[in-house]
């Protein structure tokens, strides 16, 4: 078959809600939206490990630093899940984590910001986790086989992330009028951001038509968003605690919490580099690198000389 005709093959393939494997034809182009967002995916995982981490050794209880560090080890595991289902498409491992570190891959904007107090750690799972898991729910459900069942068991690691971060905020909220003060600081802050990283809107994304249509995703940003404000707004309001924003109202008619007005120039200015802590995340991880090299060095040295000695005795 010609290139059209495989194309037109692949499309009713997708139409008929048949998952694409690793070693069968694609387009190009579905390869490329697929390695671009599942790197990028992977790296966000990876980075954001950075601003809760900096919380382990200062978590007020025990159980609370053990939780945290349990949830930091998830988010490293769920990378290395990624970079593998990546290297499906045909992109190495070595490839992804060096345009990561030069600045040329993305990852989520919502790793770009500090965390300031102890009530940042509930609201990154509260809200950010609680994002992620509309989003990747979502994503289970999309065209390329390894991908899907990937966002499988995240999705499940991530619910208990989220129902974490809740807890944190829920309890900070009914305990002393301070840290009611500190988990609505929080909240104010962590908000729009995890509405922003749901991505942009429909009418200003350059890659949803495409994505969509090769069911790579199944529903549309503004689709995911709807949802985790839907979810959200009334859990903060069980808590206590207001959501910031002036313009938010609940619609009779359509069921659904509106809010007010996306300020998506800050959205687009940390993509582009100009967070909080862009830089500071960047220097992390280019640290990490350097420092663990010896390591890996060591490791791929022990493993050469035991298929040496695998060699030597055959």
């Known amino acids: 078959m010609d290139t059209a005709e495989r194309e037109k093959k692949f499309q009713e393939k997708i139409d008929s809600g048949l998952k694409v494997e690793a070693k069968e034809w694609m387009p190009e182009n579905y390869r490329k939206q697929l390695t671009r967002m599942i790197s990028q995916h992977a790296h966000s995982e990876i980075v954001g490990m950075l601003p809760e981490g900096n919380w382990i050794t200062r978590a007020p209880s025990l159980r609370r630093k053990a939780v945290l560090l349990a949830k930091v080890q998830d988010e490293a595991g769920h990378g290395l899940y990624l970079y593998s289902a990546a290297e499906t498409l045909g992109i190495d491992r070595k490839t992804m984590i060096d345009q990561l570190l030069s600045g040329r891959a993305k990852y989520s904007s919502i790793f770009n910001y500090p965390t300031l107090s102890w009530a940042d750690i509930g609201a990154i799972g509260w809200l950010v986790d609680g994002a992620a898991i509309v989003n990747q729910t979502m994503l289970a459900r999309g065209s390329y086989g390894p991908y899907s069942r990937a966002m499988v068991r995240i999705c499940k690691e991530e619910s208990f992330h989220n129902r974490q971060g809740y807890e944190i905020m829920y ?35 350059k890659n949803s038509e495409e994505t969509m249509r090769w069911k790579i995703k199944v ?24 959501i910031p924003d002036p313009d938010l109202k ?29 830089r500071k995340r960047l220097k992390a991880r280019q640290e990490a690198e350097r420092e663990g090299r010896w390591v890996r060095e060591a490791a791929a040295a022990y493993a050469a000389k035991q298929r040496a000695r695998a060699v030597q005795a055959a």
Request: with cysteine; charged share 20%; proline share 6%.
């Open 250 to 278: 609940f619609n009779e008619e359509t069921g659904h919490w509106e809010i007010g007005e996306i300020e998506w120039t800050e959205f687009y200015r940390v993509i582009k580099g100009h967070g909080p802590c862009n």
């Open 219 to 242: 529903e549309s940003n503004d689709t995911v968003r709807q949802r985790f404000i839907d979810r959200t707004v009334p859990q903060a309001h069980a808590a206590g605690l207001t």
């Open 171 to 205: 309890h900070l909220a009914n305990g002393t009028p301070e840290q009611k003060a500190m988990a609505q600081d929080a909240l104010n802050r962590w908000w729009w951001p995890s509405i922003q990283m749901l991505g942009p809107s429909d009418a200003q994304s």
